[in-house]
């Protein structure tokens, strides 16, 4: 089986969500779904990710705050991208959550000499 970087893309800004708050009743229910979705998938969790908070870019010019639409990671396995994509389809990032989208990635092997 392959593994898959999924990550959650948010549809607002650093700053918009700052400003926006989650209610408590919407984050029950988006936990409550995000269980549901866990428990329905949880053979090919690897890792169950987290949110994802604030961010440092570092480069060669140094460390600075940087803003992207990364809200939370999950990795899992699957026997083809597409098959990992899949499982993402109606997922609570879209159904309960203001999310935009889910980036899957394929984790690849790191080569051997």
């Not at 549901?36 to 140094?62: N, Q």
Request: glycine letters at 8%.
């Amino acid at each position: 089986m392959k593994k898959f970087l999924a990550v959650y893309i948010g549809k607002l800004s650093q700053e918009e969500k700052a400003q926006k708050e989650i209610s408590d009743e919407k984050k029950q229910e988006g936990m409550l779904e995000w269980g549901r979705w866990i428990e329905k998938h949880s053979d090919s969790v690897v890792d169950f990710g987290a949110p994802l908070g604030k961010t440092k870019r570092v480069s060669k010019d140094g460390i600075a705050d940087h803003a992207n639409s990364l809200t939370g990671y999950i990795i899992v396995e699957a026997e083809s991208q597409e098959k990992a994509a899949e499982m993402f389809r109606n997922h609570p990032h879209f159904n309960v959550f203001p999310g935009d989208s889910i980036e899957v990635i394929e984790c690849m092997e790191i080569p051997q000499n």
